[in-house]
Structure formats: C-alpha cells, structure tokens
T-cell receptor, first 115, second 112 residues
Framework: ETGVTQSPTHLIKTRGQQVTLRCSSQ?????VSWYQQALGQGPQFIFQ???????GRGNFPPRFSGLQFPNYSSELNVNALELDDSALYLC??????????????FGAGSRLTVL | GENVEQHPSTLSVQEGDSAVIKCTYS??????FPWYKQELGKRPQLIID?????GEKKDQRIAVTLNKTAKHFSLHITETQPEDSAVYFC???????????FGTGTRLTIIP
C-alpha cells in the first residue's frame, strides 16, 4: 500500500507568481483534501475534492483552486502569490463517508516560500 | 464555524512520567476527534481518535477522553519515552467530513 506523495517538496516563488502543487493519493482512497500549515500553527483546511468536484471549502480566497483527476491524484493551484502564502501545504487522502472510514492520511507536504 | 483551542502550547516532562494535553471545541455538531503527532519536518500522523459515542479510548500508552457536555477532550500519554517528543495536534470534525479543524499544537519534550 503506497502512501500519499507530494511534489515538489520545496519551492521558492516571488509575489504575483502562480504555483501548482501535486499530490498522489494513497491506494484505495478516493477523496483528497488540502491544508495550509503556517510556521508554528495547526493545519488550516483549504478544500476537499470528491469525484473530481470541490466538496467543501475553508476560508480561502478564489485564487486558491484545485483539481482532482480520475486516478484520484490532485493539484492545488495558487494564483497571484502573496507573502502570507508562505507555508507548508499538506495533502491528505481518505475514503468517502459511505465507505465508513474517516481517517485521513497526510503527505509530507510542499514547503512554499514567497519572496 | 468550529473553533478548537489547545493547551498547553509547550510541555516538558521527565521520561517515564505522564503527559496530558487538553482541547476544547465550540461546535456541538462535531463528533469526531483525532489526534495527530508531527515530528520535525515530517507529516502529521494519526495516533488515536475518538467518536462522540464513547467517552474514552485507549491504545497501549495513549488514551483519549471526551466530555461532550463540556466540549473538551484530552490526550494522555503514560510512561513517556524520548521518541514521544514531537508536536501534537488535536482536531475536530463531523464524522465523514474531511474538514478537520485543528488546534494550534503542543510541543512535547521528553527529558531523559
């Protein structure tokens, strides 16, 4: 059973640029969520994808967007980067509620630095 | 929306002693409470969780208690070991909903 993998592990961008982060879900999982973890803070929910559609969103502006692909992998896109977007971005996969499971498996994250 | 508060922010205990971390939540609809351990530079890993239909759950040296009336839940680690040193996060959600609301974390240091 493979775990959740994310890429890239680290990246540096400048203000105003755009970034795409990628995530491969754990085998057998069909949902994916993205979280932002600022330094010294707990993860904050960005959004969840299920059946290739956004299925819940946290308090993040529209410049944060995502995709889920038929193979359950996912992308997080952030446009017009701001300094405050510097954080660790965590992807978590799980199984839908109808499978009776709620346990999320997190990836190791992508650390984004915006200069 | 849900708000989760976690205390203390840092905790140091002697090896072999017990550690307790406490969290409170605001949304009475929340019914699923996981705890995650995050070592430096690594991913959060689920160590134990509890659903609101039980008041306590144990797994070897780790236990979680839940008081639904008071809206608080606690993590108890007994016989602490150096490898328990990490940041611990509590979280709350509605079971089946992957929107976890996390606490701000507790940095636990085990003193040999």
């Amino acid at each position: 059973e493979t775990g959740v993998t994310q890429s890239p592990t680290h990246l540096i961008k400048t203000r105003g640029q755009q970034v795409t982060l990628r995530c491969s879900s754990q085998s057998g999982h069909n949902t994916v969520s993205w979280y932002q973890q600022a330094l010294g803070q707990g993860p904050q929910f960005i959004f969840q994808y299920y059946r290739e559609e956004e299925n819940g969103r946290g308090n993040f502006p529209p410049r944060f967007s995502g995709l889920q692909f038929p193979n359950y992998s996912s992308e997080l896109n952030v446009n017009a980067l701001e300094l405050d977007d510097s954080a660790l971005y965590l992807c978590a996969s799980g199984r839908d509620r109808y499978s009776g499971a709620n346990v999320l498996t997190f990836g190791a994250g992508s650390r984004l630095t915006v200069l | 929306g849900e708000n989760v508060e976690q205390h203390p922010s840092t905790l140091s205990v002697q090896e072999g002693d017990s550690a307790v971390i406490k969290c409170t939540y605001s949304d009475s609809a929340s019914n699923y409470f996981p705890w995650y351990k995050q070592e430096l530079g690594k991913r959060p890993q689920l160590i134990i969780d509890i659903r609101s239909n039980v008041g306590e759950k144990k797994d070897q040296r780790i236990a979680v208690t839940l008081n639904k009336t008071a809206k608080h839940f606690s993590l108890h680690i007994t016989e602490t070991q150096p490898e328990d040193s990490a940041v611990y996060f509590c979280a709350a959600s509605i079971f089946g909903n992957e929107k976890l609301t996390f606490g701000t974390g507790t940095r636990l240091t085990i003193i040999p």
